[in-house]
């Protein structure tokens, strides 16, 4: 309540205008209610079960942990099961989890209620997280919000009727340098423009969601990584300032070629 408050002094102050609320979160993908409500795919009774393959990396990851402290599992396995169930977290599903790690249900409630990355309602294929905080505000996250928002037609928070696209304004994704930006599923798009925006939603409703590569989510105005545009390259740089001048070089691309992880191998390391 007092942080919802101190936004809205923050965002009315000193401009004699209208008032502007800059932080926009809608509440959690759950009705804004922490408890269960039932709806026709998401009861006690619906049926949810681990894959066999799943089951696989449900013994790697509770092997992972003392027999004793099977509990510890609870939010890989929260994770496994949301992924396997389309990027959403049913009743059933904790409850499967409940079972797996001898807790009671309520134990696993209390994490997925807990933690924002665990969807407690379907959302669609791409779940798009906006980052709302500040320094992606002050670069354009509330145009980007806006230009997702009319290019499919629906508002913070909701869904699109074919299912494709979710969208819900977050706070920070840690991706502040090359804001503003969206987290999709679990991939970034990075220096948003509209144009770009709509460029990006457009590709994933043909199908054709631009790939990651040896940077991760390319940022979507062509740079590299987190490195500033191609010109004016004044920060990382790669030494100690001498007499007040730097002698060295901005890293150069590829300088690191041999030594990247591939971002696909990471998501096989972390068993996803
Ligand atoms: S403020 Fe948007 S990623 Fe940090």
Redesign the pocket.
């Known amino acids: 309540m007092a942080l919802n408050l101190a936004r809205r002094i923050i965002g009315a102050a000193g401009h004699g205008g209208p008032q502007r609320f800059y932080h926009r979160s809608a509440p959690v993908l759950s009705g804004g209610l922490s408890q269960h409500q039932n709806t026709p795919d998401n009861t006690e009774e619906t049926p949810f079960d681990f894959t066999v393959e799943n089951y696989q990396k449900v013994d790697k990851i509770l092997g992972r942990y003392p027999a004793n402290y099977k509990q510890s599992a609870i939010i890989p396995l929260l994770d496994m099961a949301q992924r396997q169930n389309g990027g959403w977290l049913p009743l059933a599903a904790m409850n499967k989890v409940a079972e797996i790690v001898e807790q009671a249900p309520m134990r696993v409630y209390e994490v997925a209620t807990f933690y924002t990355m665990f969807n407690r309602v379907k959302v669609g294929k791409y779940f798009i997280q906006l980052?709302?905080?500040?320094?992606?505000?002050a670069c354009g996250?509330e145009e980007i919000r806006t230009t997702i928002e009319e290019h499919l037609n629906i508002k913070d928070g909701e869904t699109t009727a074919d299912g494709l696209f979710t969208l819900k304004e977050v706070?920070?994704?840690?991706?502040?340098s090359?804001?503003?930006?969206v987290q999709m599923n679990d991939d970034f798009y990075e220096n948003l423009t509209p144009e770009s925006t709509r460029q990006l939603l457009d590709a994933c409703a043909a199908g054709n969601k631009p790939p990651m590569n040896k940077w991760g989510s390319l940022p979507m105005n062509g740079q590299m990584s987190c490195e500033g545009p191609i010109g004016n390259k004044f920060a990382l740089l790669d030494g100690p300032l001498e007499g007040g001048k730097s002698d060295k070089r901005f890293r150069t691309d590829g300088a690191l070629d041999g030594q990247q992880i591939e971002p696909s191998s990471v998501k096989e390391h972390m068993l996803y």
Do not use: I, K
């Open positions: 980052c709302g905080t500040t320094p992606c505000m996250a706070e920070c994704l840690g991706a502040c090359n804001a503003p930006m």
